[in-house]
């Protein structure tokens, strides 16, 4: 069979999209990006957040619509919406010929199979089914990759339905992660993208913390030049992680740590462990260890009880604190999580407090782009943009997909994947503008 796989979500999800697509090819399949040459249709899914549900409902209800002119496609949904609402999908939409729980993952080729002789099939294995790991293709361009070091999430924030959704928190071993880091590397992979919900409990299930003995393992991995982590939760940020980032030279001084509030009111609502001086001390530790350090950090605005006066803190606090990147979500509440028995504030005040933040983080950052006009710096090619003539390139303070980008004019061709040095000409609110440096 022919299959289209579109992964929607967060790098986590793309990486099991990955596995799949290799267990598929394995099995003799071939996919396609061309929706309209499939025989089956592979979506999946994100179902995080309010945004993502209805992303993920829009994808599925095109891939759909390709029935028409095709009446013998096969849909078939994975990934978290999967998961959470199961046979809700098929009552809904009963276009959709297979629903697959992030449990019978490792069973998606048998279930390819059966859709030829079953007219709908549902699957959901234990969440604690879902292979961690295992053989990849490589969806990204091929010079950067996504490590997932773990699974799930035990931190019980009161907003998230990740634990309902993924389970709680498994880690794979260091052994396993850095063989394939080593695959990743032998198939030109230079920039490591380290990914978890929470990169600093790694090993805690297993009774001790191992961030530290990991980097210190990737970073002997030869062919990768730079390690960059997602995810850092402020309560684990130890001196022993920090000296793990400083101390080995491909860890990028690049860190997102997401907050969610400065209120120590706001925190506890959230069950978050620490207080604002926990994140206070947790950011200041960071960047007296490491000047250059690119902060990122993810809010929440209108958290059910947020009072006036305390958004005005979070606002003073981003204000004055001058995050690198930040991104601010009105609050949207999950079924099934504390938070959303909560009494809510209409959403027009979580809308405007969000954009209010947003105002304040778009000001800093534009300034902070500027700031950074006739500076040098190395950046990694990701590709060529044939409309304007530009090379898009990033710099070690941008993640891909989520930062800003490095937009590189150069007369003489730069190939994907090349790191060279450059010299920045001018920026806008977002992006950078430069030109390579004679070496």
Request: aromatic share 6%.
């Amino acid at each position: 069979m022919t299959i289209a796989i579109i992964s929607l979500g967060c790098p986590k999800n793309q990486v099991d999209a990955d596995v799949m697509c290799h267990a598929l090819i394995s099995a003799g399949h071939t996919t396609t990006a061309d929706l309209s040459e499939a025989d089956v249709i592979l979506v999946n899914t994100c179902g995080f957040i309010e945004s993502a549900k209805q992303e993920a409902i829009e994808n599925i209800l095109e891939a759909c619509s390709y029935k028409q002119e095709n009446p013998a496609l096969k849909v078939v949904v994975t990934g978290c919406l999967a998961e959470r609402y199961r046979s809700e999908i098929l009552k809904e939409i009963p276009e959709v010929d297979a629903v697959v729980g992030i449990g019978s993952n490792a069973a998606i080729v048998q279930i390819l199979e059966r859709l030829a002789g079953e007219e709908h099939i549902e699957s959901y294995g234990a969440k604690e089914a879902l292979p961690l790991g295992g053989r990849r293709v490589i969806s990204t361009p091929h010079h950067y990759a996504y490590l997932k070091i773990a699974e799930g999430c035990s931190n019980g924030c009161y907003y998230c339905a990740i634990p309902l959704i993924r389970g709680g928190l498994r880690s794979r071993t260091i052994e396993e992660l850095v063989a394939e880091a080593r695959f990743l590397a032998s198939e030109g992979v230079k920039e490591l993208i380290v990914v978890a919900q929470d990169v600093t409990a790694f090993g805690a299930d297993r009774g001790k913390v191992e961030i530290a003995p990991l980097l210190d393992a990737l970073n002997q991995v030869d062919g990768i030049e730079w390690i960059r982590l997602l995810y850092a939760y402020p309560e684990r940020i130890t001196d022993e992680f920090i000296d793990a980032m400083v101390r080995n030279d491909k860890v990028l001084h690049y860190l997102d740590v997401p907050i969610q509030h400065i209120n120590s009111q706001v925190l506890k609502s959230m069950n978050r462990k620490g207080d604002r001086q926990t994140v206070l001390n947790a950011l200041d530790r960071l960047r007296a260890a490491m000047p250059d350090l690119t902060l990122r950090t993810t809010l929440i605005a209108g958290y059910p009880g947020e009072s006036e006066e305390q958004f005005e803190e979070l606002c003073e606090f981003v204000r004055q604190y001058r995050f690198d990147r930040l991104g601010c979500f009105a609050y949207s509440e999950e079924e099934g999580t504390v938070a959303a028995r909560m009494e809510q504030l209409p959403q027009e005040v979580r809308q405007q407090r969000a954009e209010t933040v947003m105002r304040i983080q778009t000001e800093i950052m534009a300034q902070k782009q500027a700031e950074k006009v006739d500076r040098v710096m190395t950046v990694l090619c990701d590709e060529y943009d044939e409309e304007n003539d530009l090379y898009l390139c990033r710099s070690k303070a941008d993640a891909p997909d989520i930062d800003a980008v490095v937009c590189v004019a150069s007369e003489e061709p730069i190939e994907p994947g090349t790191m060279l040095r450059v010299r920045v000409t001018d920026s806008d609110l977002y992006d950078l503008y430069a030109e390579p440096v004679e070496e």
